[in-house]
């Protein structure tokens, strides 16, 4: 099993990516059968997307309701989504990133924080490496269930998942590896969220952050249209860009994307800048 990157390039997956569909109460008709249901329901907010040219939902609140705080759509979703990382070119491409860039630059004992761990899959590719600590914050209790249970079937048991508002953490630790992938735009208050992120990495450590433009799904909030305006936003954040990327959504060239307002993965490493600079 591999995954590719526009075509050009393939990684293997660790082992966590398989072990989803043999463990637990895992079984691989399930999730093959929760993949073609998430994809279904992404077609259906596609068209209601290029009907409206907006996202279904406008806050977290309503977003939490309909998703959320629901465990067996979450369950499905999660399942859904956990696969596309293998079957959507823009999503193993940021997963390629994160896995063969991000996380090989971290030094051994590094403490790694991801924000909205969901599917759980980089949660557990981090604890697959010699870091000091790896750990999860979700504010919903039901996507903190759905993501263990994942990591249970990866056997990833030295995940910390923690039931945290990001918007409202105080910060009282800093981590040398904070990851926010595909969580901004489930946001109604980005900005903050990601000074916040910022506050929560130690000054000279990294974030992977990942943010899809024209992606509409049924909890996506926050609506960029062109890489050029989240790397805008990111700086004015305060953060250093190490490196932006876009991916497009498969079958699709940037160029292609662009013209269509298609969906692209925009993945930046970034660095937090030392105090005083």
């Not at 040219?53 to 309701?65: D, K, L, N, Q």
């Not at 369950?75 to 959507?88: I, V």
């Not at 759905?146 to 910060?171: H, I, N």
Request: proline share 5%; net charge negative.
């Amino acid at each position: 099993m591999f995954v590719g990157r526009s075509g050009e390039e393939s990684l293997d997956l660790p082992k966590a990516a398989f072990t989803e569909f043999k463990g637990g109460d895992y079984r691989l008709d399930e999730v093959v059968g929760n993949y073609r249901w998430t994809c279904q329901m992404m077609l259906d907010e596609e068209y209601a997307f290029r009907l409206t040219g907006r996202y279904r939902h406008a806050t977290f609140a309503e977003a939490r309701a309909a998703v959320y705080d629901d465990g067996a759509f979450m369950s499905r979703y999660t399942d859904g989504l956990l696969f596309s990382q293998l079957m959507w070119a823009n999503h193993a491409a940021a997963l390629a990133d994160y896995h063969g860039s991000f996380l090989a630059g971290l030094e051994p004992g590094a403490e790694l924080l991801e924000v909205g761990p969901g599917h759980g899959l980089l949660v557990a590719m981090a604890a697959e490496r010699p870091l000091g600590s790896v750990t999860g914050w979700d504010v919903s209790p039901t996507s903190i269930a759905t993501t263990r249970r994942a990591l249970a079937a990866m056997g990833a048991p030295d995940v910390k998942l923690e039931q945290v508002d990001v918007l409202d953490a105080s910060v009282t630790r800093r981590f040398d590896a904070v990851v926010a992938s595909e969580l901004l735009e489930h946001l109604d208050r980005p900005a903050k969220a990601l000074a916040r992120l910022g506050l929560l990495t130690r000054p000279g450590g990294q974030l992977f952050i990942n943010v899809p433009v024209n992606s509409p799904a049924p909890d996506h909030i926050y609506l960029w249209r062109r890489p050029e305006d989240v790397n805008d936003f990111v700086v004015a954040a305060g953060l250093r860009i190490v490196q932006a990327r876009a991916y497009p959504m498969t079958g699709r060239t940037e160029r292609q994307a662009r013209a269509g307002g298609l969906t692209m993965s925009c993945v930046l490493t970034c660095e937090m800048p030392e105090e005083g600079r």
